[in-house]
């Protein structure tokens, strides 16, 4: 049986660990408060861009010569992995690096080259350890640094190497957020637009009617995907973000719960230890004055 001391100290070093804990996922709560407020905004400004690419139909980017609807013959995948910057988040982590090598293993046995661009530390790492020469960064670029305005430098990034790199398809890879409880890894066709619109719309969502337009369908064809491919890439990056943010609230609030079990389990064996050194002493005192008596 342990020693009243050492269940002492390890009390101690689990009530400490609990404070951590209790911290962390205070912290956590006040971020993903913030981050859900920012995702929130995302997912309705790229929920009305998509809304607006429903109500296209195929004909007006079949008949575009815009560069980003149509895909080569021949050439690479791109795509974008997006995780946390830290850990201590669960498996939100995991669960996405084992759908992004189950995405590789299959390019890779179809003799389809393919090139990582990942966002957010743990992406990085990720990319470095498993797959570091098909890395597009020599640096992570950190989810917690992203801003709105800095997706366009992102984008470029990928419109250059859909472009001139000759990338056959890009797609993201992020974990969806559906609830503080749940996070489900996703990849998502960004480009080529054709591929990507028939992807998020049935054939029953086909307009019967071509839209007029204002200005010139090229103009606004230019204008608009430019703003619905940055929406939908700044709203995958707030999905994770906030996504990130209730993993650690979970597991963060597992942890200090496993904390108060083992605080109690070991108080109860203290108390237990405690009480069975007295009863040995007060046997002892007992048997001594009946000896004692006796003699």
Known sequence: MSTLKALKTRIQAVNSTRKITSAMY??????FRKAQKKYDAAKSYADALTQVMKALPLSVFDESDNPLIKSHTVGQTLIVLISADRGL??????????KAKEVCSKLFLENKPFTLLP??????????L???H???????LLLYDVLYSDVHTLFSKIETAFIQDGIEHCITLHNEYSSPLQQTPRDTMLLPLNTALKAVKSPEEEPTHIPEFVASETKFLDAFLQQYLHGILWSSITQT???EFAARMTAMDNATKNCDDMIHGLKLEYNQSRQARITNELIEIISGAEALQKG
């Open 134 to 140: 098909c890395l597009k960064e020599s640096a992570p």
């Open 89 to 98: 988040c669960g498996s939100f982590n995991g669960q996405l690096f084992r």
């Open 119 to 128: 966002i957010g530390k743990k992406a990085f790492e990720f990319a470095t």
């Open 26 to 31: 205070m912290v956590a709560a006040a971020k």
């Open 130 to 132: 498993n797959y570091a």
């Open 241 to 243: 973000l906030v996504g």
